[in-house]
């Protein structure tokens, strides 16, 4: 069963940090394409960070430029997003998703599995 599973959201005041892990389960994610997107509350969702099979590409959106990291683990499976200097604009639902293709991209439609999400909240 295909399994993408979010963890280490949760509240912090503006300018913390926090660190989501996302494991994936199931299907040989050390060949896919992975990347994290957000929904905001009525906002729609949008892709956050992206990085390559082998770790060694990476893309950003604007917003989060400088401030957060993506990084893969191909041995253990998992994807992980370092946030730092938050904002109260990245609180949103944050979601893992996995691609099989050949390049970043920000259209959901263009990734195969995802994971429930978890849910970061930044307090002034």
């Known amino acids: 069963q295909v399994q993408l599973v979010e963890s280490g959201g949760g509240s912090v005041q503006a300018g913390g940090s926090l660190s989501l892990s996302c494991t994936a389960s199931g299907f040989r994610s050390s060949v896919y394409y992975m990347a994290w997107f957000r929904q905001a509350p009525g906002k729609e969702r949008e892709g956050v960070a992206c990085?390559?099979?082998?770790?060694?590409?990476?893309n950003y959106v604007d917003s989060v430029k400088g401030r957060f990291t993506i990084s893969r683990d191909n041995i253990k499976s998992t994807l992980a997003l370092q946030m730092n200097s938050l904002k109260p604009e990245d609180t949103a639902m944050y979601y893992c998703?996995?691609?099989?293709?050949?390049?970043?991209?920000?259209?959901?439609?263009?990734?195969?599995?995802w994971g429930q999400g978890t849910q970061v909240t930044v307090s002034t």
């Open positions: 990085i390559s099979v082998g770790g060694d590409r990476t």
């Open positions: 998703a996995a691609r099989r293709g050949w390049s970043c991209t920000w259209s959901e439609a263009e990734y195969d599995y």
